[in-house]
């Protein structure tokens, strides 16, 4: 099968050439900023947004399924004006115009890498569900959310097989942002305020992530289906800091803390969204994966973050500290 990959040099891409060449398929990798270190069997393409016409018909010729990780989930601080604008631009707009000329092409599957953002950001009495009504709270959460009701059109009209995924915090090996920030708190040995939050949040390893990816891209089933998609081990905050501990070698220092008192302080310190994220619940059921494509997560959260763990630990005695 021959599989085009967008996004293919960010955090989730690089898994998923490696997993997707190494099961024999030939791979075409989109890319804006050319990789340092190309991968054997993947043909490199550049494409800006989502590329011309004329350039995204001969590139999709011959390809069976598309692979759509590209996307905007963070604009700099100095660009929030325009935040809502940008993130249409490239989540819903360039997104469409592939799809549309992978269906005109002939592509058999579109497979669009959405996010738990695109429902909501908090479960409240228990975990969401894809029938759940959609409520986006961000412009991020907003244009996935738009960008999965477009394609559904797109593929009713065009008959492409469209598939939506939509994971939850994604973890592992060259992990940034937020995940990363709270790796170097708990290797530093500082205290978090975070022990008595009582949450439960779903997050997924990017091994089982691309796993997910495979089924999606390659099982018949799959056509037409949006997935929420986990490690299917729900944890709370603390939990969670108490495993990544673990996992590096160093205790959990955690401190009673409110969640009142938090949001306060996140509010006070311009932080309140990240805040957020650590005391109140976002959790999913991925019932339909399980029931419908036999998909169950091969690694284990304490696997993963083992593996998490040990990748910090390599870049950072390998000189790469500024990198993680």
């Known amino acids: 099968m021959k599989v085009l990959v967008t996004g293919a040099t960010g955090f989730v891409g690089t898994h998923a050439l490696e997993r997707i060449a190494a099961e024999g398929h030939e791979i075409l990798a989109s890319y804006h900023r050319r990789p340092a270190v190309e991968k054997a069997g993947v043909r490199w393409v550049a494409m800006s947004d989502a590329g011309s016409a004329g350039q995204l018909h001969e590139l999709l010729t011959g390809v069976d399924a598309v692979l759509h990780l590209a996307g905007l989930a963070h604009l700099p601080r100095g660009h929030r004006d325009r935040t ?13 115009r592939i799809a549309q000329s992978a269906a005109d092409a002939g592509v058999r599957r579109f497979v669009f890498m959405s996010s738990v953002k695109a429902c909501g950001e908090v479960s409240v009495d228990r975990p969401m569900r894809e029938t759940d009504r959609k409520t986006p709270e961000d412009a991020y959460g907003v244009s996935k959310s738009v960008a999965e009701d477009r394609l ?7 008959g492409i097989e469209h598939v939506v995924i939509r994971p939850p915090l994604v973890y592992g090996p060259g992990v940034g942002a937020n995940f990363l920030s709270l790796l170097r708190w708990i290797d530093r040995g500082l205290p978090l305020p975070l022990a008595s ?28 289906r949006t997935y929420f998609v986990s490690d299917d081990e729900d944890v709370s905050t603390p939990e ?10 160093r205790p959990a220092r955690l401190l009673p803390g409110l969640p009142w008192t938090l949001r306060a302080m996140g509010t006070a310190l311009g932080r309140r969204e990240a805040v957020e994220r650590l005391v109140s619940s976002l ?10 494509l036999n998909w169950r997560p091969p690694c284990s959260l304490q696997a993963g973050l083992a593996a998490t763990a040990t990748w910090y630990r390599s870049a950072n005695r390998s000189g790469e500290s500024g990198n993680v």
């Open 197 to 224: 939050i009582r949450n439960r949040r779903s997050l997924i390893y990017v091994g089982n992530l691309v796993d997910a990816i495979c089924a999606c891209l390659f099982q018949p089933r799959a056509a037409g």
């Open 240 to 249: 969670l800091i108490r495993q990544i501990a673990a996992a590096l070698g």
């Open 84 to 96: 809502a604008a940008e993130f249409m631009r490239v989540n819903v707009d360039a997104t469409l």
């Open 152 to 158: 559904a059109q797109l593929a009713a009209g065009t």
């Open 283 to 292: 959790a999913i059921d991925i019932s339909r994966i399980r029931d419908e």
